[in-house]
């Protein structure tokens, strides 16, 4: 372990959960750090000496203004982003991004193109599908999404106003360790690794990030987005949906979702004081190399399709040969204190989700456990 992962192993990530709690492996909501949870039950009852819950002060108010600044704040340095971005929240998870893309940049006769790589990209086009005339640049589905497409591996349409892509595939456990190379505006979506390693936000159009895994709170988005990208959506539409007026409003067009955007902004917080995306990504891969070598270890006693330069540092997932031996291990993992193993409904097997706030000691428990179990029923 690197002395900076170490550091966070030893004080900012406790190496067993407080008591009464377990191993939360769930994809989101998602396990955070216990710090900011406690900050958050302080908050709730008297937000910062006020006399008033976190839940109950006005958006309107001084200290909601201070926080909302704060959360900006460590959004934009947690994301490395530069003047010419506008870092903001808007209502609703990343689904709602997904159908508000399509309505913002594309006119009614233009086209975008779509990196298939997942449920969510998948689920990313379907929805544009359903109002414009969009691509696929790349179909995973032809090869149930095993890899993600290297350069020269997918199409870049032309006129399309932007290329999608899902940095890293929850479901599939594969991620993209660089932006794909495009001339087009690129929209990248991060809710599964938004500030799990560094990532270059200059090479994109737009970032979105739902916050139910490494920001927290489901419900609300994280969006980073380029002015000039920003400013060339169709003004004909209505200003809730306009991701500029959310923009320009300092995400507080109507009554924002206070809460989940302290959550953010506190996420964001614990994610600098760690020692940022740098420091976490090493300790991501840390925490990933213990599962993805458990699996490897096991000889072919857990298996997954996905090829192994993709190989995901926040979502590792396998299976055991077959879905009762599946069910079994779910079941004993669940009396070891390890909880949320079950894979996406549409992928079966295990999927041991380990985002940034989650504790280096539950995946060692965890590779410990794979091996007894391959041991056992092998
Ligand atoms: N994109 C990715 C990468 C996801 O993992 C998920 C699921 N959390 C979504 C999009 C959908 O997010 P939401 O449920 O907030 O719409």
New binding site residues.
Partial sequence: MTPAAAHIARTLLPYTPASGRVYNFS??PACMPESVLEQLREELIDCQGGGIGLLEISHRGALYARLNDAAHDACRKASGASSDYEVFFMPG????QFGLLPLNFIPESGTAAYIDT?I?SQ?AYAEALRCRDVTLAFDGRAIKYAKVPAKGEFTEPAGAKYLFY?Q???VEGTTFWEPPTTTLPLIG?A??DIFSRPWDISKHAMVLA?G??NLGA?GASLIIARKDFLASATKRLPQILRFEDHALAHSNLNTPPTFAVRVMGLMAEWTLSVGGPVALAKHNAMKANLLWGAVDASKGFYSWHAEKACRSHMNVCFRAPSPALDARFVAEAEEQGLFGLLGHREAGGMRASIYNGFPAKGCEILAQFMGDFAARHG
Avoid: E
């Avoid at 998870?93 to 709602?96: L, N, S, Y």
């Fill in positions: 994809a989101g998870g990343a689904t709602v997942s969510w689920k899902c890293n595939n929850t979506d809710t599964s739902a139910q895994k489901a």
